[in-house]
């Protein structure tokens, strides 16, 4: 037993002992790593985010704290070419495809309600420069000047007057940025060739219409708007 031990313990003598071939062979699996998923986040409300998730049909809604998906049935139709989507206040979601306008909030199952704005005419293809007031107004660009829209629940839409510009007989007041904090809009009021005049600016609050002259142009998103769209 001595020996034993003290050849064990001589250099060499135990890779001899184990030399030759094995008598049993474990073969390791390849590590298993996650697919990758790509995702497109389009638009991010008070409680969640609204975004295309390769893998999930249409549209998704994540919400921040718990994770859950709730995907947006109504939303199927709609494709992401040429289509502008952006926050309509609190966890309101809008988009703009074409002459349609859609607003829903993605919490609440069957909200989606759509629009025509090939009603106000124009040749500016009805832009949408904003959506707030949760979703019950939105400002549209249109020849010779901007509206302001109630949107109502059944999918008609009501204009509103923006009180406080000058006479649109005599200028053109036009929406030149968007300012979500306090739910405004930038106008630019420009004087009409042969009218003596000078351009001002005003913000339009989108709950009330009321227009403020302002002296100094704020800081508001640019019109037009970074989109999702593309050609």
Same mark, same amino acid.
């Given at each position: 037993?001595?020996?034993?031990?003290?050849?064990?313990?001589?250099?060499?003598?135990?890779?001899?002992?184990?030399?030759? !071939?094995?008598?049993?062979?474990?073969?390791?699996?390849?590590?298993?790593?996650?697919?990758?998923?790509?995702?497109?986040?389009?638009?991010?409300?008070?409680?969640?985010?609204?975004?295309?998730?390769?893998?999930?049909?249409?549209?998704?809604?994540?919400?921040?704290?718990?994770?859950?998906?709730?995907?947006?049935?109504?939303?199927?139709?709609?494709?992401?070419?040429?289509?502008?989507?952006?926050?309509?206040?609190?966890?309101?979601?809008?988009?703009?495809?074409?002459?349609?306008?859609?607003?829903?909030?993605? !919490?609440?199952?069957?909200?989606?309600?759509?629009?025509?704005?090939?009603?106000?005419?124009?040749?500016?293809?009805?832009?949408?420069?904003?959506?707030?007031?949760?979703?019950?107004?939105?400002?549209?660009?249109?020849?010779?000047?901007?509206?302001?829209?109630?949107?109502?629940?059944?999918?008609?839409?009501?204009?509103?007057?923006?009180?406080?510009?000058?006479?649109?007989?005599?200028?053109?007041?036009?929406?030149?940025?968007?300012?979500?904090?306090?739910?405004?809009?930038?106008?630019?009021?420009?004087?009409?060739?042969?009218?003596?005049?000078?351009?001002?600016?005003?913000?339009?609050?989108?709950?009330?219409?009321?227009?403020?002259?302002?002296?100094?142009?704020?800081?508001?998103?640019?019109?037009?708007?970074?989109?999702?769209?593309?050609?």
């Amino acid at each position: 037993m001595v020996a034993a031990a003290i050849a064990g313990a001589v250099p060499g003598h135990a890779l001899a002992a184990t030399s030759g !071939t094995p008598t049993e062979v474990t073969t390791l699996p390849a590590p298993q790593l996650a697919a990758f998923r790509g995702d497109m986040p389009l638009v991010a409300g008070a409680s969640g985010f609204l975004h295309q998730e390769q893998g999930l049909p249409g549209y998704t809604w994540t919400d921040y704290v718990s994770g859950t998906d709730t995907s947006q049935p109504q939303l199927t139709a709609v494709p992401l070419t040429n289509t502008n989507f952006f926050s309509a206040g609190g966890d309101h979601v809008a988009y703009q495809n074409g002459a349609t306008l859609g607003v829903g909030d993605p !919490t609440v199952a069957g909200s989606w309600v759509s629009y025509d704005l090939s009603s106000l005419g124009g040749t500016l293809l009805h832009t949408v420069v904003a959506v707030g007031a949760n979703g019950t107004r939105a400002l549209v660009r249109e020849t010779g000047g901007a509206h302001l829209l109630q949107l109502n629940a059944d999918g008609t839409s009501t204009e509103v007057a923006m009180t406080g510009l000058p006479s649109s007989t005599d200028y053109i007041n036009d929406a030149v940025g968007y300012q979500s904090g306090g739910d405004y809009v930038t106008v630019r009021s420009t004087p009409k060739p042969g009218v003596t005049g000078t351009t001002a600016f005003y913000l339009v609050r989108l709950d009330t219409g009321a227009a403020t002259a302002v002296t100094a142009v704020p800081r508001a998103a640019p019109w037009p708007r970074p989109s999702t769209a593309t050609t």
